[in-house]
Each structure stands twice: as C-alpha cells, then as structure tokens.
C-alpha cells in the first residue's frame, strides 16, 4: 500500500491495527473463512437487487435492496450487511430493523459522497469484512461508494494496490475510481 492514503503517522496506526508494517507489507487479514453465497443465481442482475454483483467470495455488492429483497438475500447466504447511505438518503426507511428481521446483522458506515471514501471508513469497512463468518452485502445506492471503500479497505489489509481497485471494480467501482488510485498512490488510469 502506497503512504498516499494517510498521512504517514495515521498510516502506520492504521497498519498497526490491521497486523502489518510499513516494513513489511505483509498483512495479518485473513478472510478465508468467508464462503460463497449457497444460492446466488448464475445472474445476479435476475434477482432484481439493483446492481447486486459478486465481488469475491464471501463479499456481495449492491444498490440499495428494497424491503423485500432482505429475505432473499438471507436465504443466498447472507448473514451481515453494511449499509453505506446516510440516513438522509434512506427517506425514514429503518433498514436496521429490515435486515435484523431477515436475521442477518447490520452495520452501518454513513458514506456521504465521494468524500465519505476515505481511509477511517475503509478501516471500518476491512474490520467488519475481517470479523465476518459468512457472506457479507455491502451496498450504497450504486455500488460506486462501495467499489471505492472496498478497493481502500483491502489495501489496508495488504492486497496490492491494483489488485485492490480491480477487486473494486468488481464490487462496483465506477466514477469514484480516480479518488481512490490517487489515495492508493496509483497514476490516473
């Protein structure tokens, strides 16, 4: 990971925090206990999810779920997701109570636009993607925000700078893509 994300002392607190050095680069992140989701249709965009997309496995992508996709996504594998919205874009929906009676744990991580992609919130994100037993749906209203603080969370965690944007990319990356290779310390693409 490249010291354009954070400044160099919040870097290498934030290194610290997820098991690597700046020395090093090796990372202490393991999310091989993640699983695939047990019945993801071979095309996700069926399911009328907005943008739902595998970015790997254990980790799905989308825009927001209506109320009731929560027990679809529940019975495909999910056990955890992480909303990105702001409360102000949720129109007095309550999607804690949604997901929790779907019976899959909610976190929310409040992403207010672009500036919202940014390295306290991937570390927040790579912590609950970290401590997760099951298949986690991270989702925004695009995918673009969740793209953009996947790509930054994994970095964190060690995964090589492109290879982080190209997993981004995967879960959904698109317009936010220049902000995050310039925090990652990647030439404009």
Same mark, same amino acid.
């Given at each position: 990971?490249?010291?354009?994300?954070? +400044?160099?002392?919040a870097?290498?607190a934030a290194?610290a925090?997820c098991?690597?050095? +700046?020395s090093?680069?090796?990372a202490?992140?393991n999310?091989?206990t993640?699983? *695939? +989701?047990t019945?993801?249709?071979a095309?996700?965009?069926?399911?009328?999810?907005?943008?739902?997309r595998l970015?790997?496995?254990?980790l799905?992508?989308a825009?927001?779920p209506?109320?009731?996709?929560? !027990?679809?996504?529940r019975?495909? &594998?999910?056990?955890r997701?992480?909303?990105?919205?702001?409360?102000a874009?949720?129109a007095?929906?309550?999607?804690?109570? *949604?997901?929790?009676?779907?019976?899959?744990?909610y976190?929310?991580?409040?992403?207010?636009?672009? !500036? &919202?992609?940014?390295?306290?919130?991937?570390?927040?994100?790579?912590?609950l993607?970290e401590?997760?037993?099951?298949t986690?749906?991270v989702?925004?209203?695009?995918?673009?925000?969740?793209?953009?603080?996947?790509?930054l969370?994994?970095?964190l965690? &060690?995964?090589?700078?492109e290879?982080a944007? *190209?997993?981004?990319r995967?879960?959904g990356?698109?317009? !936010? *893509?220049?902000q995050v290779?310039?925090?990652?310390?990647?030439?404009?693409d």
């Open positions: 990971m490249k010291a354009a994300l954070l +400044p160099p002392l870097l290498s290194l925090a098991g690597t050095s +700046p090093n680069g090796t202490a992140m999310m091989s993640h699983v *695939e +989701p019945s993801l249709p095309d996700p965009s069926a399911t009328g999810i907005p943008h739902l970015a790997r496995s254990g799905l992508a825009g927001q209506a109320p009731e996709d929560w !027990a679809r996504l019975a495909m &594998g999910v056990t997701v992480v909303n990105l919205r702001t409360d874009e949720m007095g929906r309550d999607a804690a109570a *949604e997901v929790e009676a779907a019976g899959m744990a976190h929310a991580i409040p992403v207010d636009g672009a !500036a &919202g992609i940014d390295a306290a919130n991937a570390e927040r994100l790579r912590a993607l401590g997760s037993d099951g986690v749906l989702h925004c209203a695009s995918g673009n925000r969740v793209g953009g603080l996947v790509a969370a994994v970095a965690g &060690g995964m090589p700078a290879e944007v *190209e997993l981004g995967r879960a990356l698109g317009s !936010a *893509e220049p290779r310039r925090q990652l310390g990647l030439p404009a």
